[in-house]
């Protein structure tokens, strides 16, 4: 039996060594279990409870409901979703006492100390079953304090609730009552309704008396005398052919209503209105071009085919019922003329004070993008190096589909990042799209997947591309902290265990990127950064005896960890072949860096066991095979060997392909998952963390688009071998000078 699975059912056992069969079937797997969804749309109010800049929610109900008398309780109620049995971490900082209540059973209670230092975290792990959970706090109100803020122990982490009622089913937050005299008698929980509880909830949801007298976009966007709104919805015209149907409504000011993007009445006068109309068979977007009077504006819309009314739906098939409209405005008449044919849910809406976004016909209510999909059109670090291999792989195999795939994944990050900076300074800092890069703190959130996407746009065009690129080169060459001597570390994030300290792992971080920002911009100021951090890093990391680099520098201590982790190390060979491929052969710091290069490739040589792998711990081999670093490794000798930088490359040739045939064996399965990959870590200074603690998962992202890189520079390797001169055959003078 094989270490991750039985031989039988490896890549190997099925395909040999065919590097072409195993980038297939790696890529056609991601690509089934990550399909291209678009994001989801939800309700949103911005009267709620709201997410801030940590991610948590902070209810403040000493500013919410001033008057309420000490020892007067509100109780917050939302719901959250698991796949299955599950643990969340929910952090929470009280200001008062407080009580957690979760699927209606008492679960927390805070304590004086805790009620003492409000600024301080408490780490509750809630269990969660298969399904809807429910959440209840229960605050009481003292004179130090009424509320608290609660949720993702970590950003980076963010997770949301929604709420818990069918009334308000997909709208994300949390219900909370006005302040009780009494505890609630039944703890809310599921299946039951905001009238069944006995009390009224916030935040409001539906129009007063006198709004629901005026048109919907008088109370939507007030009065704007001259502008324009547009109102969207989807119509389902189930004539067959080209059928017949009556328009009726009543018009509150001039409109134009358009379906299919084709014109099919209009009218200057308010009133009520019927119209005839031929529309073809199939769903069509309906559009209202509704302009404001001295008074008021807006729009009622209903069609039939003389038997039944058609049903129009969200447009965005936004979550929950009873919400078929939604609105932008409002706009200037001249932004409006197109608008109603470039319905774009990625982009901002031009209004007429500055940007905006669609709207609902509810109380401060606005529709909100939510990307859900585990990875897809998703932003982060592993995912950055995952697209890349697919890239290359892609390109190696010719797979236009893959490309596809890569452009839509791509382009979505590019044309959704406008909106996510809006969206993070309209609701408070916490955002649903795009949440780490704006919520930037850390090279983690940019390097990565900022290196794939100029590399991606080297082969296809990505709108937007550019803007994203030089927003992470500000942030990596201007706020990124460093060291006196201009080395990267970290500080002042919001995982503060990471505090002061200086990681392997950040050399993959930001070097790639700044190789191609050079590479695209022509500025020798990013590549001479890249190659000054090298220097930064191996002199607080080098381990000399080992000719192996620590994983971390605890800056706090002054002193390296000590523990050569495998992937740290990969990371580190993996970037130095990314800068030498394109450092200058004339730089300074050349020659010192080849040397580094050269150094390592040794260290790690030396590292590797009888099977061809290397492991978590790379000096210690009871620790298990790892299949990112060994993929790293063998992608960065292949590099080496063909660009001439190893100066005695046989044992390196022999190193990755007894690799290539390791993890073939041992670690790819033949449909295409990856095993023994490590996990993202933290740092240790023993090495039981990294062996017993931080243990592997399968087809995690650290380690896929390695795989296929490893593949891809595995058959570049062949090429280039096969087409060197045979054994003692004479090698022309300029070859010769070309390899030095």
């Known amino acids: 039996m094989g270490f991750y699975f039985e031989d039988h059912l490896s890549m190997h056992a099925r395909a040999g060594l065919q590097v072409e069969k195993t980038l297939d079937a790696i890529a056609r797997r991601y690509r089934g279990v990550n399909p291209p969804h678009a994001p989801v749309f939800r309700p949103y109010t911005r009267e709620g409870i709201m997410r801030g800049k940590d991610y948590r929610y902070e209810a403040d109900f000493r500013r919410e409901y001033p008057q309420a008398a000490n020892g007067a309780f509100v109780y917050a109620w939302a719901q959250i979703w698991s796949e299955g049995a599950s643990e969340l971490r929910f952090d929470l900082s009280v200001h008062c006492p407080t009580v957690v209540y979760l699927n209606q059973q008492f679960f927390y209670r805070s304590t004086i100390l805790e009620e003492r230092y409000p600024e301080a975290r408490q780490s509750l792990r809630l269990p969660l079953t298969a399904g809807w959970n429910h959440v209840v706090l229960r605050f009481k109100k003292t004179d130090a304090g009424f509320g608290g803020v609660f949720g993702t122990w970590l950003g980076k982490l963010s997770y949301f609730f929604l709420m818990p009622t069918a009334e308000r089913a997909g709208q994300e937050g949390w219900l909370f009552t006005e302040p009780q005299a009494a505890e609630l008698p039944v703890i809310p929980g599921k299946g039951m309704t905001e009238t069944s509880t006995g009390v009224a909830w916030r935040p409001r949801s539906a129009w007063t008396k006198a709004q629901l007298a005026m048109g919907q976009c008088r109370r939507i966007f007030g009065l704007a005398p001259g502008a324009v709104a547009i109102g969207w919805t989807r119509g389902l015209f189930l004539q067959p052919g080209d059928g017949e149907y009556v328009l009726s409504g009543n018009a509150r000011g001039p409109l134009v209503v358009s379906i299919a993007d084709r014109e099919v009445f209009n009218t200057t006068r308010s009133g009520r209105f019927t119209a005839r109309v031929r529309v073809a068979f199939g769903p069509h977007d309906v559009t209202v071009r509704a302009q404001c009077g001295a008074r008021d504006w807006g729009f009622a819309l209903e069609m039939s085919d003389g038997r039944e009314t058609v049903v129009f739906s969200s447009p965005c098939q936004l979550q929950g019922e009873g919400q078929p409209w939604i609105y932008a405005g409002p706009l200037a008449a001249a932004q409006a003329a197109g608008f109603a044919t470039v319905r774009d849910l990625y982009r901002l809406v031009p209004a007429v004070g500055g940007d905006s976004y669609w709207r609902l016909d509810a109380p401060n209510m606005w529709v909100r993008p939510y990307n859900e999909n585990a990875l897809y059109g998703r932003w982060n670090y592993p995912l950055g190096v995952t697209l890349y291999g697919l890239l290359h792989s892609a ?22 990042f406008e909106y996510a900076m809006w969206d993070r300074q309209q609701y408070g800092g916490a955002t649903n799209v795009h949440h780490l890069l704006t919520s930037i703190d850390s090279l983690d959130d940019c390097g990565s997947f900022g290196s794939s ?21 500000d942030f990596i060459t201007n706020q990124q902290v460093r060291l006196p001597d201009g080395t990267f570390f970290r500080k002042h994030l919001m995982h503060v265990f990471h505090e002061d300290t200086l990681w392997a792992d950040d050399l993959y971080m930001s070097v790639p990127f700044l190789c191609r920002y050079f590479e695209l911009t022509g500025e020798a100021r990013y590549i001479d950064d890249a190659a000054r951090q090298f220097l930064g890093f191996r002199q607080r990391l080098y381990l000399p005896r080992k000719k192996l680099m620590s994983h971390v520098n605890d800056l706090q201590r002054g002193l390296p960890t000590g523990i050569p982790w495998g992937r740290g190390n990969g990371w580190v060979l993996f970037s130095l072949s990314e800068l030498l491929a394109v450092l200058p052969a004339t730089h300074e710091l050349r020659a010192e860096l080849l040397g580094m290069f050269r150094d390592l490739c040794a260290g790690c040589l030396a590292q590797q066991d009888a099977a061809g792998m290397w492991h978590q711990v790379l000096d210690e081999h009871d620790s298990y095979p790892e299949t990112s670093c060994t993929s790293m490794f063998s992608y960065a000798f292949a590099r080496g060997v063909q660009h001439g ?21 041992i670690a790819i399965d033949h449909l295409g998952n990856v095993h023994g990959v490590c996990r993202g870590s933290e740092f240790s200074f023993t090495s039981d963390y990294y062996k017993h603690d931080l243990l592997w998962n399968l087809n995690d992202t650290h380690g896929i688009g390695i795989v296929l890189l490893a593949g891809v520079e595995v058959h570049r390797l062949t090429q280039h071998l096969q087409a060197q001169p045979a054994a003692g055959a004479s090698v022309p003078a300029k070859r010769r000078k070309a390899a030095k």
């Open 395 to 416: 390109r190696l195999l010719g797979s236009e589909e893959t490309q596809r795939y890569l452009a839509e994944h791509m382009r979505f990050c590019a044309e959704i």
């Open 645 to 665: 930088w190893l100066l005695e490359p046989g044992p390196y040739v022999r190193a990755v392909f007894r690799a290539w045939e390791a993890i073939n064996r």
């Open 453 to 473: 996407l100029l590399e991606v746009m080297k082969y296809m065009e990505i709108p937007g591309g550019r803007a994203i690129a030089d927003y992470v080169a």
